[in-house]
């Protein structure tokens, strides 16, 4: 496996949001940013959790199906969450995120936030793996 790290990868100054954001904004700017996931953060710019796609798809359903009223960030992100350090090699991350359903994952460095990395930039650098194994060796 190569020797990619989080740094190499990670997505510098992406769009946060804060907890007390509502549902329709977290949607339009899901939708306009063309993101799986939001990173959460406090007033602080610490990370507190993550809203999904997903997330919002189950809020929005259950609103609109019993006339809920409206909801915020607060009551649907997912807030026990895998933070990754820049200096972390991708294969061990890929071990690490093998169980769970977070597609964004923050990337923290000194207690800051400095990123993040998306499930498919992982899988990006393990297809690209794969395919280098299945061609042929030059040297026997």
Known sequence: MTD???????????????CSTPLADVVKTLTNETTLGLIVVDDSNHVIGVVSEYDCHKALLAGSYHCDTPVSVNDIMTQSIINLVPNEHIADVAIKVLNETTDVYP???N????GTLTRGDI?????????LCSKPSIYV
């Open 111 to 114: 207690d800051n936030f400095i």
């Open 107 to 109: 990337v923290i460095e």
């Open 4 to 18: 990619i790290t989080v740094k190499q990868l990670m997505h510098k100054n992406p769009t946060t949001i804060k």
């Open 123 to 131: 899988l990006n650098v393990l297809i690209k793996n794969l395919n």
